[in-house]
T-cell receptor, first 111, second 109 residues
């Protein structure tokens, strides 16, 4: 049982480049989310989805786009990377108002 | 902004001792969850306590919730070196969790 899978695990980008962080879950969960974690801090919500075709903004959405065309996948797009987006990114899924399952994270550095 | 605060920010204890971490939150909640994060890894769910519950146990974990004070505590009894990790409380559920800043627990063998 793979759970939540994130790719890549590490990425270095130059300022202004774009990229997509991939997230896939095999638990048929309705809810999926993207968080970022900065040093010494908890996670902050970027975008979330309550089902295929439905997405909404979280606490820190600027500079990021998402789409949810299938139940399984929830990619996060960085439009024009900035050093302030250097962070560790976590994808999570959940079924209803219960525990969330997290991926192992993508460590992104923007130089 | 973060939902609340956790204290202490860091806690260092000896193996076999108990560890207590506290979490305060700002808004009304339906439930509160606790997660654990080992260094460089994703978060793992530990326990969920609903707003109508005062206390909940799971193995060596004990969570309390005081909605009048908007606070929760996580107690780990008989700690082990393998319990070394960061611990986060989170309010909300499903796709929208709001996390505290976490407590870094170090259990020395």
């Amino acid at each position: 049982n793979a759970g939540v899978t994130q790719t890549p695990k590490f990425q270095v980008l130059k300022t202004g480049q774009s990229m997509t962080l991939q997230c896939a879950q095999d638990m048929n969960h309705e809810y999926m989310s993207w968080y970022r974690q900065d040093p010494g801090m908890g996670l902050r919500l970027i975008h979330y989805s309550v089902g295929a075709g439905i997405t909404d903004q979280g606490e820190v959405p600027n500079g990021y786009n998402v789409s949810r065309s299938t139940t399984e996948d929830f990619p996060l797009r960085l439009l024009s990377a900035a050093p302030s987006q250097t962070s560790v990114y976590f994808c999570a899924s959940a079924q209803g108002a219960t525990e969330a399952f997290f991926g192992q994270g993508t460590r992104l550095t923007v130089v | 902004s973060q939902q609340g605060e956790e204290d202490p920010q860091a806690l260092s204890i000896q193996e076999g001792e108990n560890a207590t971490m506290n979490c305060s939150y700002k808004t009304s909640i339906n439930n509160l969850q606790w997660y654990r994060q080992n260094s460089g890894r994703g978060l793992v769910h530990l326990i969920l306590i609903r707003s109508n519950e005062r206390e909940k146990h799971s193995g060596r974990l004990r969570v309390t919730l005081d909605t009048s004070k908007k606070s929760s505590s996580l107690l780990i009894t008989a700690s082990r070196a393998a319990d070394t990790a960061s611990y986060f409380c989170a309010s909300g559920s499903g796709s929208r969790l709001t996390f505290g800043e976490g407590t870094q627990l170090t259990v020395n063998p």
